[in-house]
């Protein structure tokens, strides 16, 4: 069965300051993968989108970056964080085929 | 501009006391509805996907419907086991698998 891990858990970073999540996928080959933010009351907002290595497209203009370096890793990442940039962040895997979206167990990141 | 607005907000039963979320929507051209199930600090997990109108499907004491503007999350006789955000997806027949989230509804079930 597909297993979606996400890393950290929770993160508290200065504003400023560099980032670096880890999102990996087990148990099925070429998934097309996603990171999201969900701010309190909000629906999730879709960030980036990847169909294959190396290959990323942006939703949102911002100070975030994604990257593909391997076919079941996904990493979101920023030079400087900004205030703004705090939320719950979530990865999700979906078969190429296969519209239904799978989550991860999330990461909450607070920007002071 | 696809669009998901899930009603009530928050929605309080007593154990035992049935009830339905609701989940309307406009798209242009509807690939798929989605279901998930949220619980605080975690990620959404995935419950039923409606493809077409007229479409049901259920899971234990939760059952989806979906019609051409709207979906409907029935849950019979329900648990606090139940309490959690229901939020409701859609997936537009145009660009690329983007699904498009409601804010959800927050379900309290007391004993």
């Known amino acids: 069965s597909q297993t979606i891990h996400q890393w950290p858990a929770t993160l508290v970073q200065p504003v400023g300051s560099p980032l670096s999540l880890e999102c990996t996928v087990e148990g099925t080959s070429n998934p097309n993968l996603y990171w999201y933010r969900q701010a309190a009351g909000r629906g999730l907002q879709l960030l980036f989108y990847?169909?294959?290595?190396?290959?990323i497209s942006s939703e949102v203009p911002q100070n975030l970056s994604a990257s593909r370096p391997q076919d079941r890793q996904f990493i979101l990442s920023s030079k400087k964080l900004l205030l703004s940039d705090s939320g719950f962040y979530l990865c999700?895997?979906?078969?190429?085929?296969?519209?239904?979206?799978?989550f991860g167990p999330g990461t909450r990141l607070l920007v002071l | 501009e696809d669009q998901v607005t899930q009603s009530p907000e928050a929605l309080r039963l007593q154990e035992g006391e049935s009830s339905s979320l609701n989940c309307s929507y406009t798209v242009s051209g509807l690939r798929g509805l989605f279901w998930y199930r949220q619980d605080p600090g975690k990620g959404p997990e995935f419950l039923f996907t409606?493809?077409?109108a007229g479409e049901e499907k259920e899971k234990e004491r939760l059952k989806a419907t979906l019609t051409k503007k709207e979906s409907f999350l029935h849950i019979t006789a329900p648990k606090p086991e139940d309490s959690a955000t229901y939020l409701c997806a859609v997936l537009p027949q145009t660009g690329f698998q983007k699904l498009v989230f409601g804010t959800g509804t927050r379900l309290l079930v007391s004993p």
């Open positions: 999700a895997w979906g078969g190429v085929r296969q519209e239904t979206q799978y």
């Open positions: 409606l493809y077409s």
């Open positions: 990847s169909v294959g290595i190396g290959q």
